[in-house]
């Protein structure tokens, strides 16, 4: 029997809807933060209106104001930027579904040394992002945490077994 190669982004793909099921009504719009990608297309397979963002967050976040959405998301983009606050403040919807990675404490901040977007500028505790949550206007009324297992040997790859790598929550506007 062939040994199935292990994708932990389907896993995560899978735990995110897990999370969303339910929660978002196939008539309602979703302004999804960051560049298309493949977690946009499971939405929109699963019968969601998705639009993107196309520009810098960072640069420019009153653009994001100009949008209409009943929903935003928000999945592993805020770990990226500079100042998240000010996104967070100018999101056009009422409700928005976020997850971040966690900070490990056996591992560095992750950074790409061949693509500068993909760098993590912070890596969020639970407790810290739950309050620039609160402080840019957001009440969670949901949240969730799991592992990130990597089937590798070594030291890492045991502590991610048990460690929780991902937080994700569900929020409402105060």
């Not at 969303?20 to 999804?32: A, C, P, V, Y």
């Not at 946009?40 to 967050?57: K, Y």
């Not at 500079?82 to 928005?96: G, I």
Request: hydrophobic share 40%; proline share 8%; aromatic share 14%.
């Amino acid at each position: 029997m062939p040994l199935i190669p292990y994708d932990p982004h389907k896993r995560r793909y899978r735990l995110t809807l897990d999370f969303m099921n339910g929660r978002i009504r196939k008539d309602q719009t979703i302004l999804d933060l960051g560049a298309d990608n493949p977690f946009s297309a499971i939405l929109r397979d699963q019968g969601h209106r998705v639009e993107n963002t196309d520009f810098d967050l960072d640069r420019e976040p009153e653009k994001v104001a100009g949008y209409q959405a009943d929903v935003c998301t928000a999945f592993e983009i805020f770990e990226h930027l500079l100042n998240p606050l000010s996104v967070l403040e100018k999101l056009p919807s009422e409700r928005l579904f976020a997850s971040i990675p966690l900070r490990l404490w056996f591992a560095p901040a992750y950074r790409s040394r061949k693509d500068p977007w993909d760098r993590h500028f912070h890596e969020f505790e639970d407790w810290q992002f739950d309050w620039l949550l609160d402080h840019a206007g957001w009440k969670i009324v949901r949240h969730d945490k799991w592992t990130n297992p990597v089937l590798k040997p070594g030291i890492r790859p045991v502590l991610r077994l048990f460690t929780p790598r991902w937080y994700i929550v569900e929020a409402v506007r105060k």
